[in-house]
C-alpha cells in the first residue's frame, strides 16, 4: 500500500497544470544521446505511435528565481527524436529491423518545498519488433517514474529522464521478440483496449463483492477481506465507514490502507483527499468517478492527493483548494486520470 500511496502522490505533481496554468511560457526539451554505441542491434527504424492524452506539451517545469510556471515543448518532434535516439544508438553490426513504441505517457512536472525542489519524470510505454510476414510482437513495456530532489531540479530532472527514455530503447533493440503473439499495426493502435480483455476486472459481468487491498487485487477482482454494513454519507454514493467481522463483532476497518470497496456488485474507489471510498461506474470500456484533486504541496512528497498516474503537466503552487474531477481508472497501474474538471454545484 506505501508503493501505491507515493505513486498516488507523485501523479498529483504530475496533473495539474495542463488545466490551470497559462500556456505562454515553454521550456524545450531534446533526449540527450548516449555516449557509446550498442555492438549489435537489431532495428533500424522506430515508429511512435502517440497516445497520450495531452499531445500538446511533455508537462511543466519551474524557470527562474520566482520559479515561474514553463510548458515543456519539445522543438524537434518526438518521432524524429527517437528516431535520432535509435541512430546514435545503433553502431555498424545493425539489422534493418523496425520496431514500434506505443507510448502512453512522458512527462515533467516539479514542486517546491520549504528547502529544496522535487522533479518528477513519467514514462509509461509498450514496446513491439516487427516480423517478416508484417506482423508485430510484442518487446517490453515501462510504467517508471523519475524523482529528484535539490536546490534546482529542472537540468537534472530532463537529463534523468532522458536517461530512462535511452536506456528503455537501448536494452531493447539488441534482443528479439518472441514471436509468440502477432498483431497487426491497428491492434497496436487499440493496445489498451486488448490488454483490458485480458483483465477480470474489465470483462466480468458482475464484480466480486469485498475489500481490496491494491489495485492488483482489484483487477484480477481476488478481494482480500469481506465487509459488512458500510457506513454511506447520508443520501450519497460515498462509503465513510467500512466494516469486517471479528469474533462475531463488526469491527471498523481503517480506509486508507485500501484501494477499492466493492457492495452489492457495484465499485467504490478510495480518494484520499476525502478520505471515503467514492461510486465507481463503467462507461465505455472503462471505469470513472468523481474525485476531489488538492492543489498543496508538502515539504517531502508531492502533496496530499487523489490521484495515481495519469494525464500530466504540472503542479499548482500554493493552492489550498480542493478540485472536483473526473477521473478514469488506466488499466495498466491503477493510475486516476484526470479528465475534466466538474464545476461545484
Known amino acids: 500500500m506505501k508503493n ?10 504530475l496533473c495539474l497544470a495542463v488545466f490551470l496554468f ?12 548516449p555516449d557509446q554505441k550498442l555492438e549489435k542491434s537489431y532495428y533500424k527504424t522506430i515508429t511512435l505511435i502517440d497516445n497520450r492524452i495531452d499531445t500538446t506539451s511533455l508537462g511543466i517545469v519551474q524557470k527562474g528565481a520566482f520559479n515561474t510556471k514553463a510548458r515543456v515543448v519539445p522543438t524537434t518532434s518526438l518521432p524524429d527524436q527517437f528516431q535520432n535516439l535509435l541512430q546514435h544508438i545503433n553502431g555498424a553490426n545493425t539489422e534493418e529491423g523496425t520496431i514500434v513504441m506505443y507510448l502512453k505517457q512522458l512527462y515533467f512536472a ?4 520549504a528547502f529544496s525542489e ?4 513519467y514514462f509509461q510505454a509498450y514496446l513491439f519488433a516487427k516480423n517478416d510476414d508484417g506482423m508485430y510482437s510484442y518487446l517490453d513495456k515501462i510504467d517508471s517514474v523519475i524523482d529528484h530532489s535539490s536546490m534546482d531540479v529542472t537540468k537534472a530532472t530532463m537529463k534523468k529522464g532522458s536517461e530512462m527514455v535511452s536506456d528503455f530503447i537501448r536494452k531493447n533493440i539488441s534482443k528479439k521478440a518472441a514471436e509468440t503473439n502477432h498483431y497487426t499495426l491497428d491492434d497496436i493502435k487499440n493496445f489498451d483496449n486488448i490488454e483490458k480483455q485480458k483483465l477480470a476486472l474489465y470483462n466480468s459481468e458482475t464484480l466480486k463483492d469485498g475489500l481490496y487491498k491494491n489495485y492488483e487485487s482489484f483487477k484480477n477482482q481476488q478481494p482480500d477481506k469481506e465487509i459488512v454494513n458500510p457506513k454511506f454519507y447520508g443520501k450519497s454514493s460515498k462509503i465513510i465507514k467500512i466494516y469486517e467481522m471479528t469474533d462475531g463483532k463488526e469491527k471498523e476497518v481503517k480506509k486508507n490502507d485500501n484501494y477499492a470497496v466493492v457492495y452489492q456488485g457495484i465499485p467504490y474507489l478510495y480518494v484520499p483527499v476525502e478520505n471515503l471510498f467514492t461510486k465507481t461506474e463503467k462507461r465505455d470500456g472503462d471505469f470513472y468517478l468523481i474525485g476531489k484533486i488538492k492543489g498543496t504541496a508538502k515539504t517531502g512528497n508531492v502533496m496530499t492527493a487523489t490521484v495515481f498516474f495519469g494525464i500530466v503537466g504540472g503542479l499548482i ?3 489550498p483548494a480542493s478540485y472536483p474531477f473526473e477521473l478514469k481508472v488506466d488499466y495498466l497501474n ?3 486520470i484526470p479528465i475534466k474538471e466538474v464545476e461545484k454545484q
Open 317 to 319: 503552487a500554493a493552492s
Open 110 to 113: 516539479e514542486v517546491t518545498g
Open 118 to 121: 522535487h522533479g518528477y519524470c
Open 334 to 336: 491503477g493510475a486516476f
Open 22 to 33: 497559462s500556456q505562454k511560457r515553454v521550456e524545450d526539451f531534446t533526449i540527450s544521446l
Open 4 to 13: 501505491t500511496v507515493q505513486k498516488i502522490q507523485v501523479l498529483i505533481a
